[in-house]
């Protein structure tokens, strides 16, 4: 049966997955679970028809766990080029350094910009910075920097990835960058 009324049409890029950033790092072996040899995962995303791959979770922004290195990053975007999807990158904010984030950013624009959706900073921000002012200051310090003129200046972001109970955190980070600003998407867990 179809609908009276049907509602908005869903976006054939809807379909999407998210995985924790550990899996970004090479395994003790050297292998990337999200390389281009990994056909197995290349097929199900293909046969699933995902279209968009999160990389995040609390792995993001776990201060005792490796941020990935660019040879992490290529393995990534190659195989997100072979799964056809494009990639929603976390970089770290909990206990994370600026300049380490904007040169993260900043080479996979110049590298992958045909693969990158856009930047999350931070994962479920409110575990660690309780309050949204200081977090909401926090990110625009990181935003402002990665999209200076000799940076990023295209990149763009999503936000705030909190956790359950906090969505009005992604209230007022709608109503802050929701008419400006370099922000591709309102972000929320469930």
């Known amino acids: 049966l179809m609908p009276q ?13 998210s995985f924790e950033m550990q899996y970004v790092l090479a395994n003790t072996n050297g292998n990337h679970f999200f390389g281009p040899k990994n056909q ?6 293909n046969t699933l028809g995902v279209k968009n791959l999160r990389v ?17 990053v290529d393995d990534l975007f190659a195989f997100a080029k072979a799964a056809n999807v494009k990639v929603i990158y976390t970089l770290r904010l909990n206990q994370g350094s600026l300049d380490t984030a904007t040169q993260m950013a900043n080479y996979i624009t110049r590298h992958y910009a045909k693969q990158l959706d856009c930047f999350a900073i931070g994962n479920e921000p409110n575990v660690f910075s309780k309050e949204y002012a200081p977090y909401l200051a926090e990110w ?9 003129p000799a940076n990023s200046p295209s990149a763009e972001f999503c936000g705030p990835s909190t956790s359950p ?12 960058f929701g008419n400006r600003g370099p922000l591709a998407l309102i972000s929320q867990h469930d």
Do not use: C, M
């Not at 009324?5 to 997955?17: H, M, Q, T, Y």
């Not at 197995?40 to 995303?45: D, E, S």
């Not at 625009?140 to 200076?148: C, H, N, V």
């Open 5 to 17: 009324k049907p509602g908005a049409a869903i976006s054939p890029n809807f379909v999407g997955l």
């Open 40 to 45: 197995a995962l290349i097929a199900i995303f």
């Open 56 to 72: 995040g979770g609390n792995t993001a922004d776990r201060p005792t766990i490796p941020t990935p290195t660019t040879a992490d």
């Open 140 to 148: 625009k310090r990181y935003a402002a920097q990665i999209t200076a």
């Open 165 to 176: 109970g906090h969505e009005t955190w992604a209230r007022d980070f709608a109503i802050e």
